[in-house]
């Protein structure tokens, strides 16, 4: 036991003696955080608009009037010949074209039906559908504006009957995305960090020729490999400690379930990252490989989580695939605590389940790298 | 001059052909994002999980729940007796929304000006609670504008018209990104890893006291990394086009010539991180937070700049990818020319140069000090 708690030390004065690991430490939570947090979290917003009103009626000026009071667009051109909304696209300073035809105030008035052209820049697939929806909700809006204030009277001589939602959003009434994507940065940020430098960490002392001398010191391999592998997950779990201290505090994330718990789920998540460091290191022979290999890891296990990405909407073989993936199940676990403070009643699947894939890969790679140490 | 300058290339090249895994991931994993991209990826929200709880058990209440299913934006997981057996059914997360029909419905819509059903929706999910909660705003209205037919307007159609990318593929969208993302990645991060690993095993003195000028050994160290970042963007180029369908609509002259002053600037990045790191991981944690993660986040690769706060934006004006980024979707997916394009280009030629410029200097001091 003195002997691991020599070469966790060791470890600890390896990093504070690096001046630039001990500022990275503490700013690659937080940066990620802070810049993550607002490019993830932020609603398809201001989408660059150009409008061609060949209408010119109050009706088209109503319209418009909406069209440019919304945070989803941003009508920063009027044009007046329909022939040259497309230069706007070409040269990428709009994305939606919007065309008002001539005659949809008489249109709407005798109850006929009008089309309003858009012109939509389709390169980003989701804004452009995104985009479309709000136009498309804003000129609901409008309709249903219009004909709450005409059929008023008609209304009291109850020819006419509307249907209105009353909508009540629980758990995160403002619809924030912030708070369900946030704690997800937080899980990547775990995962990211303690496969990396479990990763690296050991093929840096073969590859700088510390390695060796480390074996030939009275001292056994598994004593070795646990003083490694604890100042990682110590690391680990600081660094989170730090993203969720700094989320709470910047972006204001709710934390409504039990944080202990919380802690004692992701100690178990992290034989799983630790693992995957582990045998990524096994199979290096060079820092640089070690990297590659753990982002290459990363990246789908990243993709295939459910962080981003919705995994109900994938095919169905890329859904079983997602079983396969640990973070899928820490990712729900983390946002279910979060927001809506799921307890253990409502997790103990997915934690057993992280149980499981943490043993499996710790034991297997601390076999694999035993064997690689000999 | 010339003999020292391939006597550093073929070291350089040993060392690439010595690390075959590397290598291997360097052309796999674009190849296995762009499969990823093509089959398993969508932001498509279809089938949301919702809950029925009709009070009022009647035709009419049965007809507006089957219409509502009849679209795939929903599916019926759970019918619930009453509001207690709400909660539950949140947290065991057996549904995303609730609607709720009250008892009375089927009199009331006959003979009240005006009906409710309530929606309680679980809004942890932001974005597939505001999806969800506007479908069935919109199909409300729909069914209202039915229930009232010839007596309100009639909808306003959306004909939307989808340029350059009519299928709203993100394929196409994503691959020129892809190509953004690795050639800085092999440029800026492999560039820097390699110099700062030869500073970190001692050997770059050895290098330094040989009789070589800084500028060739950085020419030297630097030129297989442009074959290689060219040769994958190519690899990329053809498997999205041939698999995939991605289409190259402008000049492919252009795009090459594009490629070449974004390696530019992304080689003068990997230069100016490895002139003022001392570690390997100290230049890999550079590398990401000043190459990788601006380029993945910041570029404009997936998620829109104009959604971005303001500082983050301005941000964006220095981040090179964004700049090949308008030039490589231009070319590729808008088909514009030059003419559309020549600012990035500007900009790149000066981002690069200006770096080098500050790290060749750098590296002068080293040697000299």
């Not at chain 1, 840096?204 to 060796?212: F, K, M, P, Q, S």
């Not at chain 1, 859904?319 to 927001?339: C, G, K, S, V």
């Not at chain 2, 350059?164 to 993100?170: A, G, T």
Request: proline letters at 5%; aromatic letters at 10%.
């Amino acid at each position: 036991m003195r002997r691991v708690l020599h070469i966790i030390r060791k470890e600890f004065i390896q990093i504070r003696r690096d001046r630039t690991m001990r500022a990275l430490i503490l700013l690659v939570p937080i940066i990620q955080i802070w810049v993550l947090g607002y490019v993830i979290s932020s609603e398809v917003k201001h989408v660059s608009t150009v409008i061609c009103d060949l209408d010119r009626t109050s009706t088209s000026r109503a319209l418009i009037e909406r069209l440019s009071h919304t945070v989803y667009l941003n009508v920063r051109y009027h044009e007046e010949r329909e022939s040259l909304v497309g230069e706007y696209l070409d040269a990428g300073r709009a994305m939606i074209a919007v065309v008002l035809p001539a005659g949809l105030e008489k249109n709407l008035q005798t109850l006929q039906p009008s089309r309003i052209q858009l012109l939509v820049d389709g390169q980003d697939a989701n804004t452009a559908n995104v985009a479309l929806g709000h136009i498309a909700g804003i000129l609901e809006a409008y309709l249903t504006d219009r004909v709450r204030s005409q059929s008023a009277a008609a209304l009291l001589s109850e020819e006419i009957h509307l249907l209105t939602p009353v909508v009540q959003v629980w758990y995160n009434p403002n619809l924030k995305l912030s708070d369900f994507m946030i704690p997800g940065i937080v899980v990547f940020l775990l995962t990211m960090i303690t496969t990396l430098v479990s990763a690296m960490g050991l093929v840096r002392e073969r590859e700088i020729g510390t390695l060796e001398q480390l074996l030939v010191a009275p001292i056994k391999k598994h004593e070795l490999l646990i003083g490694k592998i604890i100042p990682f997950a110590l690391l680990g779990l600081f660094e989170m400690g730090l993203a969720i201290g700094f989320a709470r505090l910047w972006y204001h994330i709710p934390i409504v379930g039990n944080l202990g718990l919380y802690l004692l789920l992701s100690i178990i998540f992290l034989f799983t990252t630790l693992g995957l460091g582990l045998l990524v290191s096994a199979f290096s022979h060079t820092q640089q490989q070690a990297m590659f290999m753990s982002w290459f890891i990363l990246i789908f296990v990243l993709l295939m989580s459910g962080f981003l990405f919705p995994i109900e909407n994938m095919p169905r073989l890329a859904q079983w695939l997602t079983y396969l993936n640990p973070m899928r199940y820490f990712i729900l676990i983390t946002r279910e605590l979060f927001i809506k403070g799921a307890g253990l009643r409502h997790l103990y699947i997915q934690g057993l389940i992280l149980c499981l894939f943490g043993a499996l890969i710790f034991t297997f790679s601390v076999l694999r790298f035993q064997k690689r140490l000999k | 001059m010339k003999p020292r300058i391939v006597a550093v290339l073929q070291k350089e090249f040993i060392h690439i052909w010595r690390d075959p895994y590397s290598l291997l991931i360097v052309f796999l994993f674009p190849m296995m994002m762009i499969l990823l991209y093509g089959y398993a990826i969508t932001f498509d929200i279809k089938y949301i999980p919702l809950a029925i709880l009709d009070q009022d058990r009647s035709p009419a209440s049965q007809q507006l729940v089957e219409k509502l299913t009849s679209s795939n934006y929903f599916r019926i997981t759970a019918r619930l007796q009453d509001r207690r057996a709400i909660e539950p059914g949140f947290l065991h997360r057996r549904m995303s929304a609730v609607l709720v029909i009250p008892p009375d419905f089927d009199r009331r819509l006959t003979s009240r000006p005006e009906t409710s059903v309530q929606l309680i929706m679980d809004g942890a999910n932001a974005n597939t609670a505001m999806i969800a909660m506007n479908y069935l705003k919109s199909f409300l209205t729909r069914t209202t504008l039915e229930l009232n037919q010839g007596l309100l307007a009639t909808p306003l159609e959306i004909e939307p018209r989808i340029w350059y990318n009519p299928d709203l593929k993100s394929t196409h969208f994503v691959v020129p990104g892809l190509i953004a993302i690795l050639m800085m990645m092999i440029c800026a991060m492999l560039t820097s890893l390699t110099i700062s690993r030869e500073r970190e095993t001692g050997t770059l003195e050895q290098i330094f006291v040989s009789p070589i000028r800084p500028v060739e050994i950085i020419i030297g160290k630097v030129a297989p990394y442009i074959l290689l970042a060219f040769l994958d963007a190519m690899a990329i180029l053809g498997f999205s086009h041939w698999v995939f369908g991605v289409p190259i609509r402008g000049s492919l002259a252009l795009l090459v010539f594009f490629m070449l002053i974004y390696i530019y600037a992304s080689l003068s990045l990997g230069v100016f991180i490895s002139s003022r790191t001392r570690t390997q991981q100290a230049a890999l944690f550079a590398a990401m937070l000043g190459t990788l993660l601006p380029s993945v986040l910041l570029s404009g690769f997936v998620f829109p700049i104009a959604s971005m706060p303001r500082v983050l934006q301005w941000v964006t004006y220095i981040v090179p990818a964004k700049y090949f980024l308008i030039q490589a979707r231009g070319v590729m997916l808008k088909g514009v020319g030059f003419d559309y394009l020549y600012l990035p280009t500007v900009f790149l030629l000066i981002f690069g140069t200006l770096l080098l410029a500050v790290s060749v200097k750098r590296f002068k001091t080293n040697l000299e000090g």
